[in-house]
């Protein structure tokens, strides 16, 4: 069993989905993960578990910045229209290959996002999160 629950993957690439799926199942990380490709589609799923099973929302959240449609910012603005209760339970990171110094320093400063990681996720990564951000 996973010490999560939920994750959810917010990135526009299928395969980085697949890869990173593989190993947060690998490293039971979490229970069940859930991957969109748009991120319109993640905040309409999160907004429906926020008002109709909030017990069900996600523990965390890994969102890529540069996707078509709805990017990462967008998402970040959407997702601070959520009840506060909800959200302020789950871990928001940006897992990005993008490599903009600006766009890191712009995400480890809104309150939302936990921290900033580069792609490809990893083991090491997820060890840190749980070490740095999840209580047993």
Known sequence: MG??????LIDDDQINN????TIIKNN???NEVLSFEWAEDAVAFLSKVS??????FPDLIF???NMPGMDGW???DEYRKLPEEITNKCCLFMLSSAVDRKDVITAKNMQEVKDF???PLSP????FIKDEFISE
């Open 3 to 8: 010490s999560l629950r939920r994750v959810v």
């Open 18 to 21: 697949f890869v990173c799926e």
């Open 28 to 30: 039971n990380f979490a």
């Open 51 to 56: 008002q109709e099973t909030p017990e069900n």
């Open 63 to 65: 969102l890529d910045i």
């Open 74 to 76: 967008s998402f970040i």
């Open 117 to 119: 990681f580069s792609k």
């Open 124 to 127: 090491e990564i997820l060890d």
